[in-house]
């Protein structure tokens, strides 16, 4: 009887405890939910930045009775405070009160990391003696946006928690996700205004310079014709073509409102709760097409004003041709507008040997060619868009030849009456497409002022329907021809590269980025060799005579990538160094150069760009 018992005893307890734990799941459960719901409906009310982040920051904190909690930014390994809650009293911050230690910020990198007081010593994980708080246990959460590249979330909790498994830490990363979103959006339509407003001032500023300056040439012709006592004929437009009028420069207005308006419009809509995925990309693509639009009516106004008032100087440099065109073909298979353009080919020509080169202003053939290949992919709807460059037989006195370059498309074509004013400012073909995607006018205008800056001349073949063919000149540009001619074409960029018993030395510190060249160059069969810093790269360089390629990365500890690249070249002149690098000014890629690099390739990588660099250098 005693034993019935005993079995009787032992099953109700067992049934206690489930059910304790069942009622301790289900609490945690509602109390997921309930975060979920609130920090949400926080997230898309928020006016500004720093409401978001302060409302979240609350919520979270309150919900799961968290004292302390913060935002930073981490730049160059050095915190920076965005925002933060506390429950304490007078805790105003306006930094972060602890230090985070290369470990643990290598480990946030992968994702969240949570770290019990017990092992804050060992973790290197320090707080400020004079914070009225130390936690019993710290979460440590990691974010990215397009402002910020490297942010953290980190939670001072009041005693210990294993959130490692927890639902919590799902249910937090993805109120984090969408908090980030929200983040760039905000960032976005703030720049936006703030650059709408700057240039409608300087509109209505430039406006009313032009209309005095007008005012006052109408009254020296006035003037003028007095002395000579003749008639003085009517004034009109037409008679100061280089004199951009107020109506002209609301034109410009107009033209950025456009796009702005589908920013705006569609930032909007994409806070619609029943959004899906697809509409969700199909907002974005919007939004990032409209984006570009304005960032190229500002430029082509920028670059006019530039040319005009004699501030393009001329920075002759040389540089493989090959590698320069396939950069302007990569460029344009990634770019959104071409994307669209389900019917269209983008094809690529070079009809001489990869080894060319050219010895020219790089960055005014780049401007050149981006207008021309933009104008075509805007006017062409099926068929093909083709770009290439050939070598004219003619030398020239100096005993060098002509680059003739083009662009070939199956577009609509210029009527006859209107191919004159091509060149023209604010000359633009009025049709569904330009109305479309917008613009100024002005990209053929700087296409042709560049054009007779380096010297060359630019003309243009076309018929209405069939297309356009616009070619321009690079004169006494060629200098070295090495090799056969041989046609390069796009299909040929698609080929694998494979380098069996080929040694490239990786010089990068940065662990994320050397992880991704070694899955790059994974498929090429390359051997890798690494080295974290400038020092240690000088050492391998000078110690194994087999590498065949050095990438190397500009900012690296205790010596950078120039003083490198110099040593390396002391040592061992032949070898092909190829800077890796987030510069992106031109000073900064032709230091690279001068210091003794034979390419450049600008972050973010691209690994089409990636391969086909080196692939000139290992054969």
């Known amino acids: 009887m005693a034993i019935n018992q005993d079995s009787i005893f032992n099953e109700l307890k067992l049934r206690i405890k489930l059910q304790e734990q069942r009622n301790e799941h289900l609490a945690e459960r509602m109390e997921e939910k309930l975060l979920l719901w609130l920090v949400s409906d926080t997230i898309d009310q928020a006016g500004d930045i720093d409401d978001l982040l302060f409302n979240l920051l609350e919520r979270i904190s309150m919900i799961r009775d968290i004292p302390v909690s913060f935002c930073c930014q981490i730049s160059n390994d050095k915190l920076s405070l965005l925002n933060h809650y506390s429950s304490l009293e007078n805790s105003h911050l306006r930094k972060c009160p602890f230090s985070l230690s290369d470990s643990i910020l290598t480990k946030v990198r992968l994702g969240p990391y949570f770290i019990d007081k017990e092992l804050f010593e060992k973790d290197s994980f320090t707080i400020s003696q004079d914070f009225p708080f130390q936690p019993e246990f710290v979460s440590v959460f990691p974010f990215q946006s397009l402002y910020i590249p490297f942010g953290i979330f980190v939670f001072f909790e009041s005693e210990k928690k294993d959130l490692n498994l927890s639902s919590f830490s799902i249910a937090i990363k993805q109120i984090i996700n969408t908090a980030i979103e929200k983040l760039d959006k905000l960032t976005l339509l703030e720049e936006l205004k703030i650059l709408n407003a700057s240039f409608e001032k300087k509109v209505r500023e430039r406006s009313s310079e032009l209309e005095e300056v007008n005012k006052q040439l109408k009254e020296e012709i006035k003037r003028y014709h007095q002395k000579k006592k003749e008639h003085i004929p009517e004034i009109s437009s037409d008679m100061f073509p280089e004199n951009i009028d107020s109506s002209l420069l609301l034109s410009i207005s107009h033209e950025i409102r456009t796009p702005l308006n589908g920013i705006l419009g569609f930032s909007e809509l994409m806070r619609k709760a029943d959004l899906d995925g697809q509409e969700k990309e199909k907002y974005i693509n919007i939004i990032k097409t409209c984006g570009k639009s304005i960032l190229k009516i500002i430029n082509d106004v920028i670059d006019l004003a530039r040319i005009e008032t004699n501030q393009i100087q001329i920075e002759k440099e040389e540089f493989l041709i090959t590698t320069f065109m396939t950069e302007i073909y990569d460029h344009f298979n990634n770019d959104e507008l071409y994307k669209q353009k389900d019917n269209v080919e983008l094809r690529l020509k070079i009809n001489f040997d990869g080894s060319t080169i050219i010895d020219s202003d790089r960055k005014l053939v780049w401007q050149i060619l981006i207008n021309l290949i933009g104008n075509a992919l805007k006017y062409t709807e099926e068929g093909f868009v083709e770009i290439g460059c050939k070598i004219q037989d003619k030398?020239?006195?100096?005993?060098?030849?002509?680059?003739?370059?083009?662009?070939?498309?199956?577009?609509?074509?210029?009527?006859?009456?209107?191919?004159?004013?091509?060149?023209?400012?604010?000359?633009?073909?009025?049709?569904?497409?330009?109305?479309?995607?917008?613009?100024t006018g002005l990209g053929l205008t700087i296409v042709?002022?560049?054009?007779?800056?380096?010297?060359?001349?630019?003309?243009?073949?076309?018929?209405?329907?069939?297309?356009?063919?616009?070619?321009?000149?690079?004169?006494?540009s060629v200098i070295?021809?090495?090799?056969?001619?041989?046609?390069?074409?796009?299909?040929?960029?698609?080929?694998?590269?494979?380098?069996?018993?080929?040694?490239?030395?990786?010089?990068?510190?940065?662990?994320?980025?050397y992880i991704y060249l070694k899955e790059v160059l994974k498929s090429t069969n390359i051997n890798i060799i690494h080295a974290k810093n400038g020092v240690e790269a000088v050492e391998i360089a000078e110690n194994n005579p087999d590498i065949d390629l050095v990438l190397m990365d500009i900012k690296l500890p205790e010596m950078d990538g120039y003083e490198a690249t110099r040593r390396i070249k002391e040592i061992r002149q032949s070898i092909p160094v190829i800077a890796q690098t987030a510069y992106a000014m031109a000073d900064d890629q032709q230091k690279s150069i001068q210091v003794g690099c034979d390419d450049y390739i600008s972050k973010p990588i691209n690994r089409r760009r990636l391969l086909q660099t080196m692939d000139l250098f290992i054969n």
């Open 448 to 476: 042709k002022e560049l054009v007779e800056m380096l010297g060359g001349r630019v003309w243009f073949d076309s018929e209405i329907t069939k297309g356009s063919e616009f070619f321009f000149t690079i004169p006494d």
């Open 480 to 513: 070295t021809l090495n090799g056969n001619d041989k046609i390069l074409t796009s299909k040929e960029l698609k080929a694998k590269y494979i380098w069996n018993d080929k040694n490239v030395l990786i010089v990068e510190d940065d662990e994320m980025s």
């Open 395 to 439: 030398k020239n006195k100096s005993g060098k030849k002509d680059l003739l370059v083009f662009v070939k498309d199956t577009g609509i074509g210029i009527e006859e009456d209107l191919q004159k004013s091509v060149f023209r400012k604010f000359s633009k073909i009025e049709h569904d497409i330009s109305k479309l995607y917008g613009g």
